[in-house]
């Protein structure tokens, strides 16, 4: 069965302390991994969609990369406004996703 | 770009009442509308797949005659839930695709409470 892995479950950094999130994914045929950003009682927003591995994309304080197996959302300098539950999503068929837990950041000031 | 729009927000209802949640595409057409529901801590399990003009389509364990779903038009999705009880208390999301390279776009959710 396809699986979408994410680590650590809750993470809590000062500001200014990098770190990297994980989401592992054993999907074959990957068709895109995609990060998101949700924050308490609101709907996920869209960060990042990666396909290839090598691939990297770079949005302000965040980074995200591929490899065949994993994907890490690394964070820079993050400030407390960064703080959310972030997301990885996979495509099954029919467009549907398949979501992992997510990763609760907390950045404290 | 995409934008979807979910209302309401936040409802409380009394057991055994129906409740009505509705998700629009405001700025293009979604022919597929999906339906998620999120517990707290949790991530969004996939309830049912919405489509213009036809029945939607159910993941398995979900109850169909209580999860009701109509998408009658290319810009709207509506998910009622008829005899609501306690436990079906929980954070509905609806998402539509919006441009698959951009990513899905999400609905702002809606906080179900059941009392």
């Known amino acids: 069965e396809d699986q979408v892995t994410q680590s650590p479950e809750a993470l809590r950094l000062q500001e200014g302390e990098s770190s990297s999130l994980n989401c592992s994914y054993t999907?074959?045929?990957?068709?895109?991994l995609f990060w998101y950003r949700q924050d308490p009682g609101k709907g996920p927003e869209f960060l990042f969609t990666?396909?290839?591995a090598g691939e990297e994309k770079e949005k302000e304080r965040l980074k995200a990369t591929l490899t065949k197996k994993e994907s890490f959302l690394h964070i820079t300098a993050p400030k407390p406004e960064d703080s959310a539950t972030y997301l990885c999503?996979?495509?099954?068929?029919?467009?549907?996703?398949?979501f992992g837990t997510g990763t609760s950041l907390t950045v404290i000031p | 770009g995409a934008v979807v729009s979910q209302h309401p927000s936040r409802v409380i209802c009394k057991s055994g009442t129906s409740v009505k949640i509705e998700c629009r595409s405001l700025?293009?057409?979604?022919?597929?509308m999906f339906w998620y529901r999120q517990f707290p801590k949790q991530s969004l399990m996939l309830m049912a797949t919405?489509?213009?003009?036809?029945?939607?389509?159910?993941e398995q364990g979900v109850e169909k005659d209580k999860f009701l779903i109509n998408h009658a038009s290319l810009t709207l999705s509506t998910l009622t839930v008829t005899s609501a009880h306690p436990e079906d208390s929980s954070f509905y999301i609806c998402?539509?695709?919006?441009?698959?390279?951009?990513?899905?776009?999400f609905g702002s959710g809606t906080r179900l409470t059941v009392v």
């Open positions: 998402s539509a695709p919006g441009g698959f390279n951009y990513g899905y776009t």
């Open positions: 999907v074959s045929g990957l068709r895109g």
């Open positions: 990666l396909y290839s």
């Open positions: 999503a996979v495509p099954e068929t029919g467009n549907q996703f398949y």
């Open positions: 700025d293009f057409q979604a022919t597929t």
């Open positions: 919405s489509n213009e003009g036809s029945k939607a389509t159910y």
